[in-house]
């Protein structure tokens, strides 16, 4: 599928500040300013914290996930990794007065949703091992899928093995170490969505709407603006018109304003903003 080098290159622009911003859960490693973890992010007990946020992951709600890791981890040291041989009632008192799930049914599974994935940890073994053991990532996160209690053994998308994945990214020398990470379809968030129907639409053909064809048509588009790393593309487009308190949309917040954006003079959101301004 081929696209305009210009809308390419404006994507590209669009891209480049979310470098800036990495998820939460990333700038808590040796390192960062907000360092908690005293591991690095590449080791085994680093991408089981990851693996363990992966599993509370809710789009839109990334923080939230990253902060009930970071309080487990703050209350509980290493112990974090043992939850599944810690009592269900002794890991309940341990969670109170971190952040809540959206609802009570949600709440109600962190604590079995985290256990799950601690004996996961014990399966797998090194989750470093665990990476390299395959070409194909479409099988670790099927394995994901069906090991890990709540993370989509019946979805179709399997958005939150591949939201793990996604997170490993930031590990350094990703691309070297992880060949199989340039085949890999990356996550599809409602972000996405709203990108392709807003810039894309009337360049793709309508059978890209079908689910099973959504995460292959970004990652192509991936490789189109970041050959070696489609990755990147994730997190700008799965920030397009998300809602966020401070500046209404997420995109907006990293763009600084609408005014500034590559994308400016074709997005309708824009096109609302700077006319309210005037």
């Known amino acids: ?24 859960i990333i700038t808590r490693f040796s390192g960062d300013k907000d360092s908690l973890f005293p591991f690095e992010m590449d080791s ?3 991408l089981g914290i990851l693996l363990l946020c992966a599993a509370l ?20 040291g290493n112990d974090i990794f043992k939850l599944n041989r810690i009592p269900f009632e002794k890991l309940q008192a341990e969670l109170a007065g971190l952040p809540l799930a959206p609802d009570m049914e949600e709440q109600k599974r962190i604590p079995g949703i985290l256990r799950s994935v601690c ?6 073994g090194s989750l470093q091992k665990w ?26 998308s399997r958005i939150k093995s591949r939201y793990f994945l996604w997170l490993t990214s930031f590990q350094a020398d990703f691309s070297v170490r992880f060949p199989q990470a340039l085949q890999f379809a990356w996550p599809v968030g409602e972000g996405h969505l709203r990108f392709r129907r807003n810039f894309l639409a009337s360049r793709t053909h309508r059978s890209a709407s079908a689910p099973e064809m959504q995460a292959n048509f970004f990652t192509n588009l991936g490789r ?22 401070e500046h ?31």
């Open 44 to 46: 085994d007990r680093g």
């Open 248 to 278: 209404e949309y997420l995109c907006r917040k990293v763009q600084k304003n609408c005014d500034s954006c590559p994308l400016v003079k074709s997005c309708p959101a824009a096109k609302y903003f700077i006319a309210s301004k005037s």
């Open 1 to 24: 599928m081929v696209f305009p080098k210009s809308l390419l290159d404006n994507i590209r622009l669009y891209a480049e500040p979310f470098t800036h911003h990495p998820p939460s």
């Open 131 to 156: 990476m390299v053991s395959t070409k194909d990532w479409e099988r670790q996160t099927s394995e994901l899928s069906a090991e890990i209690f709540w993370m989509g053994k019946h979805s179709k």
């Open 119 to 124: 004996d996961f940890f014990y399966k797998a």
């Open 57 to 76: 992951y809710r789009p839109g709600a990334e923080t939230r996930a990253a902060n009930i890791i970071a309080g487990l981890y703050s209350r509980m």
């Open 224 to 245: 189109e603006i970041f050959s070696e790393e489609p990755w990147k593309l994730f997190q700008p487009l799965d920030a397009y018109l998300r809602p966020e308190k």
